[in-house]
């Protein structure tokens, strides 16, 4: 008989819906956050979105804080004067709202403000996360505006190391979210590059989750459902920013992504992450970039599985059906084919390639690819997606 023995963690509460997040005094008060801080991103905060939001605070009569000093991909310097902000404040609880880069800061301060460590103490390596004190951790609201990352369900925060140009994955159990708003009215002004760019995350990771090895049938049954949602709604939700019902079904396979990646993720990923940190690229779009690659990297692996995901989704053809379904939702949503076409003057050297490769077979997220990543399986992955193979 196989080991089915594995460890599953469901615990999220979210009141989905459109118009919900007028509910957000209420959520306040069952979560006994009295004077949250109010997490966002510089661009957001110029949006009448979140102008809105704070009215409501204010209308209920709400004492808060704002804090927006919030980089796409957050860096270490980020965290600390949000930290500071909070405790001057005297804040007692976080509401994190935004795309996945204001989410996890949120949940980075609610977590660090009262830790004697340093954040790098708790990167997600072993039980590093066991020396963080559980009882000082701020509740935290979290209300996404982007439907991709699902970080509004996610236990950890990543952040971008700057001294070494690496993504860092923080990690505790308890930086959960008490309760979440999905509200897909508020992703309705995403541009269309950040709604191809976040849906395609959605789909990395619901991709990734289901062909991750392992046993974990419930998260393969979520990223199941997840790619086909995708396949269904992000081509409406980038043609019609306003068609909510495709929005909502984004915010949901954001949700479930993210949700079933507790399984594992995989190359694409591992890939991506140096890429980020590097260039400071979109994480979503980055993922797109490498996607139909690493899908053919992985084919003696995953060929039945993909197989079942193509015949769920109704996409005949088999495991080059899905493949070239990919390839098409790319093109619609204006996915660059290859990494020169996404980045500007991208033309690494050796030196620099090998770099890349190093730190992606030391990525937490390289032992979930279905095929052992090698630092030459990593090296030919970076040619195919530099030169469109
Ligand atoms: P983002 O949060 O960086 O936002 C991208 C841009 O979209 C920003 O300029 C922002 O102002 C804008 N934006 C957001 N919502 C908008 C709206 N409703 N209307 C108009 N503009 C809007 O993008 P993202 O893709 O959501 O998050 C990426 C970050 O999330 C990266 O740092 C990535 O590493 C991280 N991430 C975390 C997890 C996790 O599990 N914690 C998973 C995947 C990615």
């Not at 196989?2 to 069952?30: C, H, M, Q």
């Not at 310097?77 to 976080?94: Q, R, T």
């Not at 789909?203 to 997840?226: K, Q």
Request: net charge negative; proline share 7%.
């Amino acid at each position: 008989m196989t080991n089915l023995v594995s460890k599953w963690n469901y615990p999220t509460t979210i009141r989905f819906g459109a118009g919900r997040i007028a509910e957000l005094p209420e959520v306040l008060r069952d979560t006994g956050i009295a004077n949250p801080l109010f997490v966002t991103d510089p661009g957001l905060a110029k949006l009448p979105v979140v102008a809105s939001t704070l009215k409501l605070l204010a209308d209920a009569g709400v004492a808060h804080g704002v804090f927006s000093d919030v980089k796409p991909n957050p860096v270490e310097s980020n965290l600390y004067a949000g930290v500071e902000v909070f405790k001057a404040g005297g804040h007692d609880g976080v509401i994190a709202f935004g795309g996945g880069s204001a989410l996890d800061l949120g949940k980075l301060i609610a977590f660090q403000a009262h830790q004697s460590r340093p954040v790098w103490d708790f990167e997600d390596i072993g039980d590093w996360w066991a020396r963080a004190d559980a009882s000082r951790i701020a509740p935290i609201v979290a209300v996404p505006t982007t439907a991709g990352t699902g970080s509004e369900v996610g236990r950890a925060g990543v952040l971008t190391h700057e001294a070494s140009h690496t993504k860092k994955v923080i990690f505790h159990p308890k930086m959960m979210p008490a309760i979440v708003i999905a509200d897909p009215e508020l992703t309705a002004g995403m541009p269309p590059f950040i709604t191809a760019g976040t849906g395609m995350d959605a789909l990395a990771h619901c991709l990734e989750a289901y062909c991750a090895p392992g046993y974990h049938p419930m998260a393969d049954g979520i990223a199941l459902e997840g790619v086909r949602l995708v396949f269904e709604n992000l081509p409406k939700a980038f043609a019609d920013g306003s068609d909510l019902t495709a929005r909502a079904h984004m915010m949901s396979a954001a949700a479930m992504g993210a949700t079933a990646f507790q399984k594992g993720l995989g190359a694409i990923h591992s890939l991506s992450h140096p890429i980020g940190a590097l260039y400071d690229t979109h994480h979503g779009m980055t993922n797109a970039v490498f996607m139909p690659y690493v899908l053919a990297f992985n084919r003696s692996a995953i060929e039945p599985r993909i197989e079942r995901l193509a015949a769920y989704c109704g996409i005949a053809g088999g495991f080059d059906g899905f493949a070239e379904a990919v390839l098409n939702l790319r093109a619609e949503l204006g996915v660059p084919h290859t990494l020169p076409a996404f980045i500007d003057g991208f033309a690494p050297d050796q030196a620099r390639k090998e770099l890349i490769a190093d730190m992606a077979i030391v990525d937490p997220t390289a032992g979930g690819n279905p095929i052992k990543l090698t630092r030459d399986g990593a090296l030919s992955l970076l040619t195919d997606a530099i030169e469109g193979n």
